[in-house]
């Protein structure tokens, strides 16, 4: 099967930086990859996103501040934030969207890390 195992976040204060990365453990091949978060009393939403040809999309809101890496040959993908501020205080998960089975990609989710940036 497929199991995503986040790593990092945590708390730091506004003007600082934190990484996470995601491991992907799967016989499967990976096409997209991605961070989102949730904060509370909010919706999940994209915070970035690489394809299997390293092309990245990012949020307005973490352009410039956020970047997002992959390497396929660990199936990990990491994100550096920099310049966090309060507003960047969320659930952070991972995303893969893994083909499962010929033309068909199901998406799987890491279980969250917190990362709190303090003002």
């Known amino acids: 099967q497929v199991q995503l195992v986040e790593s990092g976040g945590g708390l730091v204060q506004a003007g600082g930086s934190l990484s996470l990365s995601c491991a992907a453990g799967t016989p499967y091949r990976i096409n997209t990859m991605g961070w989102y978060r949730q904060a509370p009393g909010k919706q999940r939403e994209l915070v970035a996103t690489i394809t299997s040809g390293d092309n990245t999309n990012y949020a307005d809101s973490v352009k410039g501040r956020f970047t997002i890496s992959r390497d396929s040959a660990k199936e990990t993908v990491y994100l550096q934030m920099n310049s966090l501020t309060p507003e960047d205080t969320a659930v952070y998960y991972c995303?893969?969207?893994?083909?499962?089975?010929?033309?068909?990609?199901?998406?799987?989710w890491g279980q969250g890390t917190q990362v709190t940036v303090s003002s």
């Open positions: 995303n893969a969207k893994v083909v499962v089975r010929f033309n068909y990609e199901r998406d799987y």
